[in-house]
């Protein structure tokens, strides 16, 4: 019979036990995914298919924001973007791929819940329209 070790059960007990997050710290997630989708969204302005996605998601995130903290987060500059290549792409599949993660993390909120719910299959779709993209780039190179 195996033996009983206190400190793991221990260990169990917290995490099963746990407080929740604090909204603050839910506030401050959602604060830092809206700039890497803003710039996507820039990135991608000669591509609305891809662009829309990533704007309606920052938008979402803005309000839920908004709504978490009383402050409207500060706008992303704008800028000139550059021309949409595969190195772009990269960046904007990184940043849907972390952005999702936080979705998925997020969704068992009990407030905002049902809108990081519906932004999933959005980010999920955002993913596969990154990818054909880039295969798409790749096979002009060939």
């Known amino acids: 019979m195996p033996s009983f070790d206190n400190r793991r059960a221990a260990a169990v007990w917290q995490r099963v036990h746990a407080a929740p997050q604090a909204p603050e710290n839910d506030a401050g997630r ?19 298919a891809l662009q829309s996605p ?5 938008n979402a995130l803005r309000g839920m924001y908004a709504l978490l903290t009383g402050e409207s987060p500060a706008p992303a500059a704008a800028g000139k973007a550059p021309p949409l290549n595969a190195a772009a792409l990269r960046k904007c599949y990184a940043v849907q ?3 999702l993660g936080q979705y998925q993390a997020l969704c068992g909120r009990e407030d905002f819940g049902p809108a990081f719910q519906a932004l999933i299959p959005m980010a999920q779709s955002t993913l596969a329209m990154i990818l054909s ?4 780039a790749q096979k002009e190179r060939k």
Do not use: F, K
């Not at 990533?54 to 920052?58: I, M, S």
């Open 30 to 48: 959602i604060l830092e995914l809206i700039p890497p989708l803003v710039s996507c969204a820039q990135l991608c302005a000669g591509n609305p």
């Open 54 to 58: 990533l704007r309606t998601q920052a």
């Open 97 to 99: 791929l972390q952005a």
């Open 133 to 136: 993209q880039l295969g798409a």
